[in-house]
């Protein structure tokens, strides 16, 4: 079956510090592979996401590209913001998603804290 | 984006109770909405799907007349949690899909369920 393996927390930086959140998959198929961010207080948003290998995906200064090789999505970002404190999630779906069932498989969360 | 709204955010309910939880679409008609829970440092893990108009499909391991799922209009599923214990007691979070634009599922808040 599918599963989501993600870099586990918490983690603490510094603001302006690079960040990286590793990501590995394994799937059966060609599934699509997104970022999720939770805010305090607040629902799951989609941060980004690559449906095909060698995609990357941005948004916000945060960066994944689709490895197929190293089955990988890691999420970077250059300089951190404090407001970038969030519990981020990787998950993946496998192909079908235009059908609108289709099911996310998501990572444990990775709580980032940036301090000033 | 489209809104989900999840109420309560929070209960507390006695071991026997039952509760239920409310997810609704704001601004958009959901066909399909679907529903997770996460336990302390683990993945959400999907429970059901809740398809307006006919019975969920649950996922494997998850007990259907435990958790009660009712997609009664295209803005409302609810999960009710029956005969509430203990181990019951965990972050629930239910997602929808704007129908034919299945590319990001919209979260609500989430629900913490105690039970005591």
């Known amino acids: 079956g599918n599963s989501v393996t993600q870099m586990e927390g918490p983690v603490t930086l510094s603001e302006e510090a690079f960040l990286t959140i590793n990501c590995t998959y394994t799937a059966t198929g060609y599934p699509s592979l997104f970022w999720y961010v939770q805010y305090p207080g607040e629902g799951l948003q989609l941060l980004l996401k690559?449906?095909?290998?060698?995609d990357k995906g941005s948004n916000k200064g945060f960066e994944a590209t689709y490895r197929k090789e190293t089955t990988s999505f890691h999420l970077e970002k250059g300089s951190v913001q404090v407001s970038d404190s969030a519990v981020y999630f990787c998950?993946?779906?496998?192909?079908?998603?235009?059908?609108?069932?289709?099911?996310?498989?998501f990572g444990t969360g990775t709580r980032l804290t940036i301090i000033p | 984006g489209a809104v989900v709204s999840q109420h309560p955010s929070w209960v507390i309910c006695k071991s026997g109770t039952s509760v239920k939880i409310e997810c609704r679409s704001l601004d958009f008609q959901a066909t399909t909405m679907f529903w997770y829970r996460q336990f302390p440092k683990q993945s959400l893990m999907l429970m059901a799907t809740s398809n307006e108009g006919s019975k969920a499909t649950y996922e494997q391991g998850v007990e259907k007349d435990k958790f009660l799922i009712n997609h009664a209009s295209l803005t409302l599923s609810t999960l009710t949690v029956t005969s509430a214990h203990p181990e019951d007691s965990s972050f629930y979070i239910c997602s929808a899909i704007i129908p034919g634009d299945g590319t990001e599922a919209f979260f609500g808040q989430g629900t913490r369920l105690t039970v005591v």
């Open positions: 998950a993946l779906s496998d192909r079908g998603w235009s059908f609108g069932n289709e099911k996310l498989t």
């Open positions: 690559a449906t095909k290998a060698d």
